[in-house]
Each structure stands twice: as structure tokens, then as C-alpha cells.
């Protein structure tokens, strides 16, 4: 019998991003990556389950939080993917609501 594999886990960008980290809803400034200066963040997909409560903010390091998705957004529930192609210069911080699941996709240093 023929060994299953998964195809996704053996896929390479373009641009050398081939890791990714679950983030869970309701979670305040939760590091993504490896928390160091050059983690390269490609991509958030965001999953909508409540559009009333999923708002989404990113952060560098103590910077501003940039705004990434309101609540109440236009296409309402479902998925959502921000393209992003960004080098942090500190430490990428998230912060989800409820209503909100995502996946980051990215080049993650070890913090070396």
C-alpha cells in the first residue's frame, strides 16, 4: 500500500516562506514567528465565524497597531487573506477577537 503524504507540508513560495503558525481567536499581542527582528510575515487568512466580533490588529514590536480588519466586514463570515510581504524590525505582535481564527504564513528566524 501506497504511503500517504501531505502535499501542502512540501510547498515552497516564491519568495522562500514555507512555515506557518496557527493563531487562535481572542488572543492579545500573541508573537507570531519566532519573535526576532526579520521574521518575514507573507500572508495572514483570516476565518470569520462572527463579523460582529472580528476585529484584527498587527503590531511591530511596541509600534502603532495597524488595523487589518474590522468588525463587521463587507464580505461578512468566511475567509479572508492579507497579503502582507513585511520584515518585522522588532517582533510581529497580533492581537484577534472572538469572532476570528488565522493562519500566518512566513520565513520565521530562530531568533539567531
Do not use: E, H
Not at 487589518?68 to 510581529?92: E, F, K, M, R
Amino acid at each position: 500500500m501506497a504511503k500517504r503524504t501531505q502535499a501542502w507540508s512540501k510547498v515552497k513560495f516564491s519568495n522562500g516562506a514555507d512555515q506557518y503558525q496557527v493563531i487562535s481567536n481572542n488572543v492579545t499581542n500573541s508573537t507570531i514567528g519566532a519573535g526576532a527582528s526579520g521574521d518575514y510575515l507573507d500572508a495572514l487568512t483570516l476565518v470569520v465565524s462572527n463579523a460582529s466580533v472580528c476585529s484584527v490588529s498587527l503590531r511591530d514590536g511596541a509600534g502603532n497597531a495597524i488595523s487589518l480588519l474590522p468588525n463587521s466586514p463587507g464580505g461578512g463570515i468566511g475567509p479572508y487573506t492579507i497579503p502582507l510581504g513585511l520584515a518585522a524590525v522588532n517582533n510581529w505582535n497580533i492581537t484577534m477577537n472572538t469572532g476570528v481564527t488565522g493562519l500566518a504564513t512566513g520565513l520565521f528566524r530562530d531568533g539567531n
